[in-house]
């Protein structure tokens, strides 16, 4: 019933993504993190990297790396995109994190086209990827007064002849000032919560629609994070993600940025492995090489001891976060077990860098030797895609609906 081991397929883009992260990927992670870009023809490298990654990010139907690892189909015929996706994540994450977010591509904002999107709607959004160049989507949630509170967001949303007219401001969007195409989440009416919510592509260049500051970050700086601000933005009614009719049912709005997170959150898990990992992988080479080989230490025991204690850590957020994966490509219901995996591999690769800098002393300080980039690194990961708190929240919910009533 239980299968640990990779097909041969997926051992071998976990193998090609691992070398292209080491060779390609972490040779320039220090210097982008202190630039706070990626340049330019880098970033042109890059574009093939999805590929290689076999992400489905842009289903083949439509453009996409169809025909690859990504596409391949289990024993049972089921998809492994979810499954694909996390072990190439785990490894562009293990070369750089900023790197892997800036990777052109619909990124978050894919997964509400595809799922919400009219066929015409995913023909257009996701032939832009088909042109030559760099091209990037993102997906417009958090505002200022709304993180957490998804259902709380403000900005409004109006019907006006053959156009939606919007107005609000959007925070923290990743990739947002870069992006060709953004899914912004805004509101016809506040008091409804979440039966107000409405989901539009609002394309660059859009009279009204603006990317306001840059966000200077603690962490994973060569990672672009706009505020977006939209003004009386005039968007085409063709630009409503699944037509009108398809909010009739009530919370279609709402559902459309929850969907997202069911496939999203086991990937944020599994990035935050890859980090950690980097961050074990660098410290157990330091211990062998300082403590045990130069100059043996009492301490080493105990040095030795955490570092077991972050494998078993990174080992059993892994298992949680392919657990999650496996039953997206199911298509198993899998809130509960997405923010299980997300909230879990979130603290322990946050334990697990901690762990590094200390075991590494005043080493782990000093900004060449990468585990003080990966300490600053995986912060967010407790934060975006959903705070530890809130994925709490999720799970105690979903513990207690399914708790049989006697
Ligand atoms: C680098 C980065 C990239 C991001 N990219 C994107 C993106 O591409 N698109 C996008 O839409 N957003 C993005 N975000 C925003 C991110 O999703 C939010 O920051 C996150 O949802 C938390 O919201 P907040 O920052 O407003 O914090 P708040 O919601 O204000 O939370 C503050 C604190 O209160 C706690 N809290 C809040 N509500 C509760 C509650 N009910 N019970 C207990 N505790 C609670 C939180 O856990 C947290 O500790 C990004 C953020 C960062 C930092």
Redesign the pocket.
């Known amino acids: 019933m239980i299968d640990f081991e990779l097909t041969p397929q997926q051992a071998q883009v976990k193998e090609m993504v691992h070398q292209f992260a080491k060779h390609v990927v972490r040779p320039i992670s220090l210097q982008a993190d202190k630039d706070h870009r990626i340049p330019d023809d880098f970033m042109l490298r890059l574009s093939n990297m999805r590929a290689m990654m076999q992400a489905g990010e842009v289903p083949a139907e439509y453009g996409g790396e169809g025909g690859g690892a990504g596409e391949a189909k289990d024993k049972k015929g089921k998809s492994q995109k979810n499954r694909f996706s996390l072990i190439g994540g785990e490894e562009m994450a293990w070369g750089d994190i900023s790197v892997l977010?800036s990777l052109p591509g619909p990124?978050?904002g894919g997964p509400p086209v595809q799922f919400t999107g009219t066929p015409e709607q995913k023909q257009r959004f996701f032939g832009v990827f088909k042109q030559p160049g760099l091209h990037w989507g993102?997906?417009?949630?958090?505002?200022?007064?709304?993180?957490?509170?998804?259902a709380g967001i403000r900005t409004a949303c109006k019907k006006d002849g053959k156009h939606w007219v919007i107005n609000g401001r959007?925070?923290?969007?990743?990739?947002?000032g870069r992006a060709d195409w953004v899914v912004v989440?805004a509101t016809v009416d506040a008091t409804k919560g979440r039966a107000g919510h409405r989901a539009f592509v609002v394309e660059r260049g859009t009279p009204g629609f603006s990317c306001g500051k840059i966000?200077d970050?603690m962490?994973?700086c060569a990672?672009e994070?706009a505020e977006l601000v939209l003004e009386d933005c005039r968007v085409p009614e063709e630009n409503l993600l699944g037509g009108e009719a398809h909010y009739e049912r009530g919370k279609e709005g709402f559902m459309a940025a929850m969907k997202t997170f069911d496939s999203s959150r086991p990937m944020v898990g599994a990035l935050g492995i890859g980090i950690a990992r980097a961050a074990w992988d660098y410290t157990r080479d330091f211990v062998k090489e300082n403590y045990v080989l130069a100059r043996p230490i009492p301490r080493y025991a105990q040095l030795a001891d955490t570092l077991a204690k972050g494998k078993r850590l990174l080992d059993a957020a892994r298992l949680m976060c392919w657990r999650a994966a496996w039953m997206a490509d199911e298509g198993v219901p899998n809130a509960k077990e997405a923010s299980m995996a997300k909230a879990y591999a979130a603290r322990a690769a946050m334990q697990v860098c901690r762990d590094c800098v200390q075991i590494m002393g005043a080493h782990g300080l000093e900004q060449h030797q990468f585990v003080e980039k990966w300490y600053r690194d995986i912060k967010?990961f407790d934060?975006?895609?959903?705070?530890?708190?809130?994925q709490?929240?999720v799970i105690s919910k979903r513990i207690l609906r399914e708790a049989p009533s006697f």
């Open positions: 977010l990124g978050l993102a997906y417009g949630l958090t505002e200022p007064g709304a993180g957490s509170d998804v959007k925070c923290f969007i990743t990739n947002g989440f966000e970050k962490g994973i990672s994070t967010v934060i975006f895609e959903g705070t530890g708190q809130i709490r929240i």
